[in-house]
């Protein structure tokens, strides 16, 4: 499967974090709790009691989720709590050892990630995958031609005399894209030439191409600075609110604060079990979701991020060995080199 295929199937700046807010709650599930979740006419893509087992590793336990129409998802948790394996049985990566997986309302648990992509998914990696040596329109025109003109992408490749001009349809849809996602002053250049975050667009873009229902975006923030991501997560509000067509995005990221600013509903892994589930103030505000991530079953509402608190100021000087005042002395100082009692 090629790269362009497999995208296409699958190919910070924000405040708020887990802490403090009002006083909304989560829904905890506890891990022995039956799934009950299946296939509604309001969702796009849904699991019901996911488990999957490596060895005697249980790396997912009885997990649920719903991914409505025209919506952000969020799916967090701390490292090793199952997002990637959960995201590799959605995408059909790999095969669950029970529970569904279903995709605008029909069965594909046991489908492949192509015939998951001819049914309306698509996905993007937590590295970019995209050819070196084309432009960023060709990206998406390539994406368009593997969903919508198979036959003229094999036509293109066997025969030069058959490069014909697109049909007006298939620029639209391209122009459309580029301008959505900002990348019309880029579309000529080379993507080997753009800088990471302009290449996680690009990549969003050839996804879109395909003309998904919901795109699985694994960890679109790592590794950009804060104005990348403030720019990356402004174009995946446009895609949602301003695109042509409704797509939901479902989405893995380590960046808890913007994922509570972006999404609508967000789902807790810890261990491989669901331990919450809820909008964003109530996420915020679960107990058991700061002890997961704070690692503090007591952590108080007053904190309201992940990052360390900085020191408090002091007006004292800082003052040398040489300098100390003798009670200011270091302890080894006092026992060793003073007659004082």
Do not use: C
Request: cysteine-free; glycine content about 10%.
């Amino acid at each position: 499967m090629t790269t362009a295929e497999t995208n296409g199937t699958v190919g910070r700046g924000v405040s708020g974090g887990v802490g403090g807010g009002a006083t909304a709650t989560a829904t905890a599930r506890p891990a022995t709790a039956p799934a009950t979740l299946g296939p509604t006419a309001n969702t796009v893509l849904s699991a019901t009691g996911v488990t999957v087992r490596f060895g005697g590793l249980v790396a997912l336990s009885e997990v649920s989720l719903q991914v409505p129409p025209s919506s952000i998802i969020g799916l967090v948790g701390p490292n090793g709590a199952g997002k990637s394996t959960l995201f590799a049985v959605l995408s059909g990566l790999l095969s669950p050892a029970s529970g569904r997986v279903y995709l605008g309302g029909a069965d594909v648990t046991r489908s492949s990630p192509q015939a998951r992509a001819r049914k309306g998914m698509a996905r993007t990696f937590q590295q970019p995958e995209l050819f070196l040596g084309l432009t960023v329109r060709e990206h998406l025109v390539l994406a368009h031609r593997v969903r919508f003109a198979r036959k003229r992408l094999w036509q293109d490749m066997a025969n030069p005399l058959a490069l014909l001009p697109a049909p007006a349809s298939e620029n639209d849809r391209v122009d459309a894209l580029l301008e959505l996602l900002d990348l019309t002053r880029v579309a000529k250049a080379p993507v080997a030439a753009l800088p990471l975050g302009t290449s996680r667009l690009v990549e969003v873009g050839r996804a879109l191409a395909t003309q998904p229902d919901v795109v699985l975006l694994d960890e679109p923030l790592s590794g950009l600075d804060m104005h990348e991501s403030e720019n990356l997560a402004s174009a995946f509000r446009r895609v949602v609110d301003e695109g042509e067509r409704q797509v939901s995005l479902l989405m893995v990221e380590h960046d808890v604060a913007t994922v509570l600013a972006l999404s609508s509903h967000i789902y807790v892994l810890d261990f491989g079990e669901l331990i919450a589930e809820g909008s964003p103030e109530a996420v915020r505000n679960n107990a058991a979701v700061r002890s997961a991530y704070l690692g503090d079953e007591n952590v108080t509402a007053a904190r309201t991020d992940l990052e360390p608190t900085a020191p408090e100021p002091t007006d004292r000087e800082p003052t040398t060995q040489g300098d100390r005042a003798p009670d200011d002395r270091a302890p080894d100082d006092r026992a060793q080199g003073s007659d004082e009692p």
